[in-house]
């Protein structure tokens, strides 16, 4: 029998409410590999908890003794740890491919945080919020208010620079071709991030890419659901 894995996952206010986009591609790939996962609710305070893993971010998956950090760290660990279960990477050459699309999926982490970061603000755990203000308002450099006021005006730019994925899933229902692989799990997670957090419309009701999310939404019985969302 399978043992049973545990992921610190990040959560909102409400323990169910879990929206890091990097935990999310590791909650599929976990899905993908059929392994059973306990998610432990972690909040952005919440360093002593993680700390054996040697560093302060989630996801941290632990297996056994082993705590293990870092989405594309954990991905490459389940692929080599449990190789007869369904590949995340399709292959040799769909692992370095992988890692493209794990480096193109933070660059939307980025590209969405003006967009979503003040509706991230009104999620977070109280006691996050001073914490989640103070940084993020340093990364930004700018208050969140600013950093958001004018969205409006960039949406368009923002939508447009998702026209190579658009045309890719215009003509293939995933990344991955017919089943969805790590790939989609990857560029899935900022997405679900905006969804969890966000009634913004970043995406239009008929963009392929929408149609696409949806789809990975509906994967695994539904998990990308399990948690509250807006239907942005
Ligand atoms: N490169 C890391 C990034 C992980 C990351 O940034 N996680 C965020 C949650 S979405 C976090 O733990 N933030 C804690 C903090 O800001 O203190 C990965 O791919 O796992």
Redesign the pocket.
């Given at each position: 029998m399978t043992k049973t894995l545990r992921l610190f996952d990040?959560a909102g206010a409400e323990l169910d409410r879990r929206f890091?986009?990097?935990c999310w591609r590791i909650r599929l790939a976990l899905a993908h590999k059929n392994l059973p996962v306990e998610t432990i609710p972690w909040r952005?305070t919440e360093k002593e908890e993680i700390s054996p893993s040697g560093q302060?971010?989630?996801?941290v998956l632990v297996d056994g003794d082993q705590w293990i950090a870092?989405?594309?760290t954990i991905a490459n660990y389940l692929e080599d740890k449990y190789p007869n279960a369904p590949s995340l990477f399709g292959g040799p050459a769909g692992r370095s491919l992988s890692r493209h699309y794990s480096d193109i999926a933070d660059g939307l982490v980025r590209a969405m945080f003006p967009f979503v970061v003040l509706d991230v603000l009104q999620h977070v755990a109280e006691k996050d919020r001073d914490y989640f203000r103070a940084?993020r308002e340093k990364r930004a450099n700018a208050k969140l208010e600013t950093v958001v006021s004018d969205r409006d005006k960039r949406l368009p730019d923002f939508r447009a620079s998702l026209a190579a994925l658009r045309f890719t899933l215009k003509s293939q229902p995933f990344l991955g071709g017919d089943q969805p692989l790590y790939a989609d799990y990857a560029v899935f997670g900022p997405f679900q991030w905006a969804r969890c957090v966000s009634p913004y419309a970043l995406l239009e009701k008929d963009d392929p890419v929408r149609h696409w999310r949806d789809r990975l939404l509906d994967c695994f019985d539904g998990l990308g659901r399990q948690t509250p969302a807006y239907d942005a």
């Open positions: 990040l890091s986009p990097y952005f302060a971010l989630v996801p870092d989405s594309w940084s």
